[in-house]
């Protein structure tokens, strides 16, 4: 990957962040579906799976590892946030694919690993392979350093947070990833308030210009 690639994906993915942060309506089964057997939909499936792992959806499943029991990033729908038309980095998905696979390709070679032909690199590796692999990519010198970075962030959104849709409809739907956290329900309006303190008393005194809707004045 050159260092204008680098550049577009680095923008892309940033953009993105910036998207779910600013409450971009990002579902989209279609296009999951759609990608649920490409080459690029499993290395991302393995890379996610290996931040968070979850279990084997089906019989075979090769590119969650099924490490743990319970579900994973996967199954919060990672694939439906990454592959988003409303989000700028679907288009650069091949691309980042296509790096990280030449990254497990070296890997590989360097410790004489045999990668199943039928399988994109990244998913021939082992969980354990790929964990290490995946560690390797964040160190301080790694060039690539800010791609693996705010990809894990994406990975993060949408099992933490269903950031790929509206909060209230991913609680009724019962998602995987909020469901795990025991994320709390809002209140009967849609709106979350939290009258217990985290630390059992409020930590500063609410101030009298605040507004109706909790900003600072």
Known sequence: MTEPD????????????????AGASV?????????????????????????????RRFPGDVAV??????????????VDLLNSPSLPVAGLLPAIATLLDARALAY???????LPPTRPPFVGLSFSD???????LFDSGDP???????????VGLAFDTAGQ??????LAQGH????????????????????????????????PETTASGSPA
């Open 176 to 207: 995987p990833g909020l469901a795990w956290l025991r994320f709390p329900g809002p209140d009967p309006d849609g709106l979350w308030r939290f009258r217990d303190f985290s630390y059992g008393r409020p930590l500063a005194a609410l101030h």
């Open 130 to 136: 790929r964990t290490a692999l995946v560690g390797g």
């Open 27 to 55: 579902t989209s089964p279609a296009a999951a579906a759609d990608a649920s057997e490409s080459w690029t939909t499993q290395t991302l499936e393995a890379f996610s799976d290996t931040l968070i792992p979850g279990e």
């Open 6 to 21: 680098r550049r577009s994906v680095l923008k892309a993915l940033t953009a993105t962040v910036a998207a779910l942060a």
């Open 65 to 78: 590892a099924g490490a743990v029991t319970g579900p994973g990033a996967v199954q919060a729908g990672v």
């Open 108 to 114: 590989a070679a360097l410790r004489l690993i045999w």
């Open 144 to 154: 690539d350093r800010p791609i693996w970075q705010v990809l894990s962030l994406l």
């Open 165 to 170: 849709q509206d909060t209230v409809q991913a």
